[in-house]
């Protein structure tokens, strides 16, 4: 008796590609899935319908770890840990009211942007004492960066040329940074500094005076002070001290006579020396 061939297996179908949520534990993947959907039903209700101030406290409720995760981030910028939930939990906030559960997008991919961006545009926006450039915003951390890695190497605090070639820029532009630079808020010398609970201040961890640094104030101050002449003025002054060009040199480029220049050059100095001594 011939053995019987047995019926041939169906293939299987193809297993799905795995996903972050599979990765995750039970009860975190059921979390995140009951949040989604909480927020489709709340995209359904009503404006004014009692049960979406529900809903949303309940989702709030479930991402305040998450809240709470990310804006202990940035404790050691010295602002009080509290102050940053409350302003990373408007991230989440506006997270709940954007959201759109049609996308099929999971909720807490689309949640951490909104929170670190709010955090971010916080520290961006309330640091500065005057209203700066986004540009000198963004560079303010790389001019420490550069001043410092010169002041090291040279043994010096360094020339306004030299900073402005570091960072690839003309001098006009430097003199413009440094000044921004100097409206970014310092913190407070008691704002804690380290790990939570800790009793290490900020002004712990701060050096004794390096004297050959006590000049850095009043160039700070000479910049600012350069940067409100009148155009002419300050590129006449800027040709003859940072350009090392002669007078005669400066009245070639400048289309004016050498006394002219010379004329410019004796005001605006005066004008300098006055305005730093009623800023001391």
């Known amino acids: 008796m011939s053995s019987s061939t047995p019926p041939a297996l ?3 179908p193809s297993s799905p590609e795995p996903t972050r949520e599979d990765h995750l534990p039970p009860a975190a993947a059921q979390q995140e899935a009951s949040a989604e959907d909480l927020l489709a039903t709340l995209a359904e209700l009503p404006p004014g319908d009692p049960a979406r101030e529900v809903i949303r406290a ?3 409720e479930m991402h305040a770890h998450i809240v709470r995760r990310e ?4 404790r050691q910028r010295g602002e009080p840990m509290e102050d940053l939930v409350q302003v ?3 991230g989440l906030l506006k997270a709940i009211r954007g959201f759109d559960p049609n996308y099929g997008k999971r909720f807490v991919s689309y949640l951490l942007p909104m929170v670190t961006g709010e955090l971010k545009r ?3 926006d309330s640091t500065w004492a005057i209203r700066v450039p986004r540009r ?3 560079r303010r951390s790389e001019l420490n960066r550069v001043v410092a890695e010169l002041t090291q190497r040279a043994g010096r605090t360094p020339s306004l040329t030299e900073i402005a070639a570091a960072l ?6 430097t003199m413009e940074l440094i000044d921004a630079a100097a409206a970014y808020s310092a913190l407070s010398l008691d704002a804690p500094f380290g790990e939570a609970g800790a009793d290490t201040t900020l002004g712990d961890t701060i050096g004794d005076t390096d004297t050959d640094l006590e000049g850095v104030v009043d160039r700070h101050a000479l910049y600012a002070a350069i940067t409100h002449l009148p155009p002419r003025d300050r590129r006449v002054l800027l040709l003859r001290f940072f350009g090392n060009k002669t007078q005669s040199e400066i009245a070639g480029v400048m289309g004016i006579s050498q006394m002219q220049v010379s004329r410019v050059l004796s005001a605006t100095l005066q004008r300098l020396r006055s305005t730093m001594l009623d800023s001391s």
């Open 10 to 12: 169906a293939p299987s």
């Open 58 to 60: 309940r989702i709030v």
């Open 71 to 74: 804006a202990g981030r940035y």
């Open 88 to 90: 990373a939990m408007v």
């Open 122 to 124: 916080h520290f961006r």
């Open 136 to 138: 000198h915003q963004e």
């Open 168 to 173: 690839d820029l003309d001098v006009a532009d």
